[in-house]
Each structure stands twice: as C-alpha cells, then as structure tokens.
C-alpha cells in the first residue's frame, strides 16, 4: 500500500553514545542474508585534527566520532520518483519499501539517494535497502539494529515523538542538507560533531561502506 502516511516511522540515533561496535550493522547483515558488499546499515567513522605546538612540543589534537546509517525512510523519498517501474511505494507507516519484482535493475534509485542507502545486489540482479525490519513492526518488535545495539545509541518510533522527546538534528558532517529529502531520522550529535564542520574531517573508512 502507498500513499500519504498516516504515521511516520524514523530513527534515533545518539552519536555521544555510538562506540562504533558495529553490532547494528552486523544485525542487520545476519537478519537479511545479506550478500558480500551490501550493508543496509553502516558505520561510518569520521575523524579529524591536526598536530598543535604547546610549548616545544608538538602534540596532536585529534577528533573522531561515529554515525550508524541506514535508509531514512524519507518524508520526502527522492528515490519514489526516479525508480520508471514504480518499484519504490510507501507504507502508512512511512516505511519505504522495494519491489523486487518489479525492480528492473537500471539503478536509478541508486544514483538519487543522497544517502547511498540503495544497495545493488550483484547476485540478484535488482537494488536492495534498509527495509526497517517492516516484518517485525508487525508483529511488534524493534528492528534488529535497535536490539543488538549495546550501548542503546539506536531507538525507533514516531519520527515527530522522537523530535519532541530528543530534539537533535539530521544534519552532521559527512549527511546532506535535510531539505534534500526530509529524512525521518533525529541524530544527537557527538560533543566532536561540531569540530567537523570547521575543521578538515574525513569519513575513514569509505572503502567498508
């Protein structure tokens, strides 16, 4: 079913409380079966700094800090419309699903995520995503990612009860402007989150993402 979402699902992610474990993303690969070099949900590392003199000696003075990413399930998915087949429809719910059997394949979708959240499977031939877990909402549970998160830095819920219970923002180096696509996502920043956007910062490990 598609159409206008009675309800939006999203994520919160709390940045200050991500030590970068990784269990999410090893959840979410185990859950789906997913294939080598597809991750629905990553982990991006991100870090900057430099060296700094103090005194005569040189010290470094260094940042780093971690993101769990997966799709957003936008309230704005620019995805929707780029796919020629209309393989992409959402849920009431606000869950943006796919559907691989009218998936032809052409990528489309891929190239217009700003988020890089379409994964092209090689071995099936046709994109693959993030698809919140939509069989366990419906029979009441969190998402895998939520669950195995150790240190409780992923929630899920209403995307507007989320904003009224945490604030937060969608918007922290390396993501896009949120006006881009209105991700359902809330992000408590890293204290370091605000060095990189003044600072030379890098996401580290572009080569596992």
Known sequence: ????????????????????????????????????????????????????????????????????????????????????????????????LIDTFACIGCRYCEWACPYGAMQFDERKRWVTKCDFCADYLDEGKPPACVSACPMRALEFGDISDLRKKYGGTSEVFPLPEAKTCEPALVIKPHRSAARATKETAEVENWEEI
């Open 1 to 96: 079913m598609s159409g206008q979402a009675v309800r939006q699902y999203g994520f919160y992610f709390d940045s200050s409380l991500c030590s970068g474990c990784k269990a999410c993303q090893g959840a979410c690969k185990d859950k789906n079966d997913l294939a080598v070099g597809v991750l629905w949900r990553r982990v991006y590392e991100i870090a900057g700094g430099r060296w700094k003199k103090n005194g005569n000696v040189w010290v470094p003075d260094i940042f780093a800090y971690f993101l769990s990413m997966a799709c957003h399930h936008c309230e704005n998915p620019v995805c929707l419309p780029s796919c020629p087949t209309k393989a992409i429809f959402k849920r009431m719910d606000g869950v943006v």
